[in-house]
């Protein structure tokens, strides 16, 4: 299997640096997946593929791979230097439309797609990547599942469903810790942690606790490193900084901690609910409070600010359960914009904050 995956990166990472043609690049890669014991004279692998749904609707993939005559598995080939924007979105049609809850794209890397049971208004979710290096050992997992000898649709759902529990459970962890160590939480958080380890060791808790008394614990997460500080009495409504869990943001980063806070307390929420904590006013369909990260660099080819509009940067992306990316509005068109969305926010939190 590890020559198996040599060739196939021999063959296919010359195309990350040259401005090939995707017919090339696909060609090339139908030799790769020949290795594997896929073949066009047997059907077994379809390039592509006629899809016909409804009376005159049609969808052509790229390649379809067959066993027992049955279409399991759709392929979306982009050519890896050129950036595709829409490619979560094109191999969840090609799934959905062959009734198959697992894809696969080859581009600038090789990505498997798992479409989660009742995910019908979200994309399907990248759960395995691989990249083009002998290095990588995630291409030898990825040519032992798709070796067509052995190859099994379910041992591959069972691989795909093991990854997709596995990515939330690190992000769950992620979250858990962020708000564990969050300024509202840690020094309770870490003390308790301490005296239940001291009582262990055979201390009195009214000891320990009188102790503990002269200790402060400070932690900070990386991704709260920008220090905030009190607002100035002497600027505008618009320009203050706003108290949120013992730190003041401005306008703009009050909305995102709020949102991430929210996110962290409802690990499993989805795009549509996250909505649903918006003013219906605020979350208009141009420049949301919140957005989907694909939409909004969608919208960057019409509009050059557009990505500036929103935190962009890899620390400020929100991250939901199901792999969507989310990011928050940065400008606030008014003070009055933004009492709408505080005053939203307070049915859901204490904000101790006087205006």
Wanted: glycine content about 4%; aromatic content about 12%.
């Amino acid at each position: 299997m590890k020559d198996t995956w040599k060739e196939i990166v021999s063959d296919l990472s010359c195309f990350l640096t040259n401005n090939s043609k995707e017919s090339e690049y696909q060609r090339e890669i139908e030799s790769c997946l020949k290795q594997l014991g896929w073949k066009k004279s047997n059907n077994t692998m379809i390039p592509q593929y006629n899809l016909h749904f409804g009376s005159v609707n049609s969808l052509r993939i790229d390649i379809v791979l067959c066993k027992n005559e049955i279409p399991i598995l759709p392929i979306e080939i982009k050519r890896p230097n050129v950036g595709c924007k829409t490619k979560d979105k094109q191999i969840t049609s090609y799934m959905r439309q062959l009734k198959s809850n697992i894809g696969l794209y080859i581009g600038e890397n090789i990505q498997i797609y798992y479409d989660v049971s009742n995910n019908y208004n979200e994309n399907a979710i990248s759960v395995f990547k691989v990249e083009f290096s002998e290095e990588d050992k995630n291409g030898l997992v990825f040519c032992d599942l798709l070796k067509y000898e052995y190859f099994n649709k379910e041992r591959l759902e069972q691989f795909c469903k093991e990854c997709y529990e596995k990515r939330i459970a690190t992000k769950n962890l992620e979250q858990r810790l962020t708000d564990f160590f969050s300024p509202v939480n840690q020094q309770e958080n870490i003390k308790t942690l301490i005296k239940n380890k001291f009582i262990e060791e055979g201390f009195k808790e009214e000891d320990i606790e009188n102790e503990l008394k002269d200790i402060e614990i400070n932690i900070s997460l990386k991704e709260e490193s920008k220090q905030t500080e009190q607002p100035s009495k002497n600027r505008s409504k618009s320009r203050d900084k706003h108290l949120f869990k013992g730190k003041y943001y401005f306008m703009c980063r009050f909305a995102l901690e709020v949102i991430r806070d929210i996110v962290r307390k409802n690990p499993k929420i989805t795009f549509s609910e996250l909505e649903k904590f918006i003013p219906e006013e605020l979350q208009n369909r141009t420049n949301g409070v919140v957005e989907r990260l694909e939409d909004v660099k969608a919208r960057k080819f019409g509009s050059k600010d557009t990505g500036k509009r929103y935190f962009m940067e890899d620390d400020e992306i929100i991250h939901l359960f199901d792999g969507t990316q989310v990011v928050v509005y940065t400008q606030w068109v008014s003070y009055g914009n933004f009492k709408t969305f505080k005053n939203a926010i307070e049915r859901y939190y204490s904000i101790d904050e006087k205006d």
